[in-house]
């Protein structure tokens, strides 16, 4: 059963990065489109305006960054929680996400850094 088990956890974090990533996604188009210079917009903040639909396993107080200078990359500092796994993004960009493996450790947590 312990296969069984992690093949369930692996499918949890799967879903807790792609709610990362799609809250990237969504302040991608928001950047674009504002008229604002903002830099930086919560997670509800995204839902509230409409650029994301469902917030998923994720904070709603998490923030996505744009990059700025340098640094271009759009990135997320956020939790995302699935019962007793959770996904931990701290300044993580799409790549980070992607890169990130999916196996939780004994806590049950997954840590996305830049």
Not at 39 to 60: A, F, H, R, W
Request: proline residues 2%.
């Amino acid at each position: 059963m312990p296969a069984i088990g992690n093949i369930i956890t692996n499918s949890k974090v799967s879903a807790l990065k792609a709610d990362g990533q799609n809250a990237i996604s969504a302040a991608n188009i928001y950047f674009a489109e504002s008229k604002e210079p903002d830099t930086s917009i919560t997670i509800d903040e995204l839902q509230e305006d409409g650029y994301l639909d469902d917030i998923g396993g994720l904070s709603g107080d998490g923030t996505v960054n744009k990059g700025t200078g340098d640094v271009t990359a759009i990135t997320i500092s956020a939790t995302a929680t699935n019962g007793n796994i959770s996904v931990e993004f701290n300044d993580a960009s799409n790549a980070d996400i992607n890169a990130a493996d999916n196996k939780a450790g004994l806590e049950g947590k997954v840590t996305v850094t830049r």
